[in-house]
Nanobody
Framework: QVQLVESGGGLVQAGGSLRLSCAAS????????MGWFRQAPGKEREFVAI????????YYADSVKDRFTISRDNAKNTVYLQMNTLKPEDTAVYYC???????????????WGQGTQVTVSS
């Protein structure tokens, strides 16, 4: 498994930006699909974005498309989520996850970080 630690969450006003980072250690990070998921209070964990190991394939949830960008630096074992034009409905705990397959299903991800809180005020 890969050990993951997220950072970069916080409180921001609507329309603002945040960049989340996820530092990985353990097994070969560069061979894993990396994903970001989020969970708001009382809701199920939902897919936000994934990027395959090569960076050639990226997928986004419709709710964040054109506002969020996932990227990775395999040399630094780090994946990022740049979040722009944030909305109050983006408020959630954001989780970084790793998978050996290219999937958007949380059940296909076997390594998870502890999560970082993102709060967007209106």
């Amino acid at each position: 498994q890969v050990q993951l630690v997220e950072s970069g969450g916080g409180l921001v006003q609507a329309g603002g930006s945040l960049r989340l980072s996820c530092a990985a250690s353990g097994r070969i990070f560069s061979r894993y699909t990396m994903g970001w998921f989020r969970q708001a209070p009382g809701k199920e964990r939902e897919f936000v974005a994934i990027m395959d190991w090569s960076g050639g394939s990226r997928y986004y949830a419709d709710s964040v498309k054109d506002r969020f960008t996932i990227s990775r630096d395999n040399a630094k074992n780090t994946v990022y989520l740049q979040m722009n034009t944030l909305k109050p409905e983006d408020t959630a705990v954001y989780y970084c996850a790793a998978s050996r397959s290219t999937s958007i299903r949380p059940t296909d991800f076997d390594s998870w970080g502890q999560g970082t809180q993102v709060t967007v005020s209106s």
